[in-house]
């Protein structure tokens, strides 16, 4: 049971004389005040701090700690997001001493270890994207979609071409319309398929000189694979474009296919999702970009470089190398200070190393086993239009719940917080009607799985007027969610 005293404002709680420690008197001689800090630089009253003893205090914010849902406390289904478990050890490797003491200005001879951390992620993302050249300079995954078109922009300005548009399908994420506009593009938004897939003529019709880029996310925003994409590819080289693989999906595919073999010139990672940063409303993120070589002269550095140091003479004597820092020769600069958000990076690099090969081909692997478990498991009742079969998410839909019961998917999803589980992402992708996005990830049990499935079959069955006033059992409601966005209330003010 939640302890709901703990819980009121802490200002509320508040008593005066009430303490946290008691202090003996000091046995250095007083000096007034004015002596210490002229009255011109004091505050003309005391601030209004809340009084309260020890257990108070600890009570209060361990309390308050438990009103979030969260990875470590409950199944996180939440679709595009892959909220998957963070293994606690990558916790312990990232915060190991030489790691988190390391000062960015410290000099290359001092910083050989960080280096080979950060050299050998650019390697394994390489490896895993079929793609050359890395910059791990981007902190998300959208700063990485920015990150990659502005490389684009100046790999075309170098061969004197001007492109202005950006395509990308209408399933696509809301990203990367805004990135494409930010560097400059004109966004091109085409129908897909009824299926939900790159709709080829859609394409062709707008595939022509002006094309710079074709965006697209895959597996898409709909949990299934586009098949098409070696063709989508062809066409848009064809043209002159450049075709970019949104790899927020990556936890479906590593170790069995890669962007760059089917067909994608450049790619973000979403170190944050695919290997376990902790994450969540909206960070702490880490968007690696991985391309096409001939686009590596213009990536944002500085890029860390792998160099041999001249043999000492004795035959078989070891190889020595030192790593180094290097900006690449046309590059488009920084888009990020020093050498990206080193501490996703860490923990990425140490669930990579854990893994091996074979360990990512099995994560992505139980990814999809998992999402097909429970798309079986729940689409006699929550119909999944665009496929009996996905990746490692599907997108259901509450249109005919809704027609007929008046359930919605945001009431499904409201009242899943009363059953103990993180709401799945709701209204995405925009082209499924009420729709309800599910990604198990691979980190959870068939237990947890079932209990989710059941969960949302007992919801089918209640009171719809019940559900409209979900959730019934949290803190706070249904806010507006709008105005809790954008004039969040943050700060407490006492009453006057
Ligand atoms: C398909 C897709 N693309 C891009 C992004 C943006 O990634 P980030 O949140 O790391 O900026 C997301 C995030 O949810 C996504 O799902």
């Not at 990367?176 to 897939?197: H, I, R, Y």
């Not at 035959?315 to 200070?337: C, E, H, Q, T």
Request: a negative charge.
């Amino acid at each position: 049971m939640r302890n709901t005293l703990a819980t009121q404002l802490i200002f509320d709680l508040s008593q005066p004389g009430r303490r946290g420690a008691v202090y003996p008197s000091s046995d250095v001689p007083d000096r007034p005040l004015d002596d210490l800090i002229p009255a011109s630089r004091r505050a003309a009253s005391a601030p209004a701090l809340p009084e309260l003893t020890e257990p108070e205090v600890i009570r209060h914010f361990v309390n308050l700690s438990t009103k979030n849902m969260s990875v470590d406390t409950h199944f996180y289904p939440l679709g595009s997001c892959t909220m998957k478990y963070n293994p606690k050890r990558h916790e312990r490797l990232a915060g190991l001493q030489g790691i988190v003491d390391l000062h960015p200005y410290q000099s290359v001879e001092h910083s050989q270890g960080m280096l080979e951390i950060l050299y050998t992620m650019q390697q394994m993302l390489a490896e895993i994207a079929g793609l050359p050249a890395v910059s791990l300079q981007p902190a998300a995954g959208a700063q990485g979609e920015f990150t990659a078109l502005l490389t684009a922009s100046a790999y075309f300005r170098d061969l004197g071409e001007t492109r202005t548009r950006v395509l990308f399908p209408n399933s696509a994420h809301g990203t990367n319309p805004a990135s494409a506009a930010l560097a400059g593009f004109e966004c091109v938004q085409l129908k897909s398929t009824a299926q939900g897939f790159i709709d080829l003529d859609e394409l062709r019709a707008a595939l022509d000189h002006r094309t710079a880029v074709f965006m697209v996310t895959n597996p898409n925003t709909l949990g299934m694979f586009e098949r098409d994409i070696p063709q989508v590819a062809k066409m848009v080289h064809d043209a002159g474009g450049l075709v970019y693989i949104d790899g927020a999906n990556m936890n479906a595919i590593c170790g069995v296919t890669r962007p760059g073999d089917f067909g994608g010139d450049m790619m973000h990672y979403n170190v944050h999702k695919t290997f376990t940063g902790p994450h969540g409303a909206g960070g702490p993120g880490s968007g690696p970009i991985a391309v096409r070589d001939f686009l590596g002269d213009y990536l944002p550095g500085p890029i860390v470089v792998r160099n041999e140091l001249p043999a000492d003479g004795a035959k078989g004597a070891p190889v020595k190398f030192r790593y180094d820092l290097m900006m690449p020769s046309k590059s488009i600069g920084r888009v990020r200070s020093f050498f990206g958000n080193v501490g996703i990076l860490v923990r990425g690099y140490c669930y990579l190393r854990t893994l091996g090969a074979a360990g990512v081909r099995g994560m992505s692997e139980n990814a999809v086993l998992n999402a097909n478990y429970l798309l079986a498991k729940l689409k006699d009742v929550l119909p999944v239009p665009q496929g009996d079969r996905c990746m490692h998410e599907f997108v259901a839909s509450a249109k005919p719940i809704k027609d007929e019961r008046g359930i919605s998917a945001m009431d499904i999803a409201k009242r899943l917080l009363d059953y103990g589980f993180h709401a799945p992402t709701v209204y995405f992708p925009l082209v499924v009607p009420e729709a309800i996005m599910i990604e198990p990830t691979e980190t959870e049990s068939r237990e947890t799985l079932d209990a989710f499935a059941d969960a949302i079959r007992k919801i089918l069955a209640e009171d719809p007027a019940y559900l409209h006033e979900a959730p019934h059992q949290t803190p706070v409601s249904r806010p507006d969610e709008v105005r809790a966005a954008r004039t969040p209330v943050l700060k407490w003010e006492k009453a006057t």
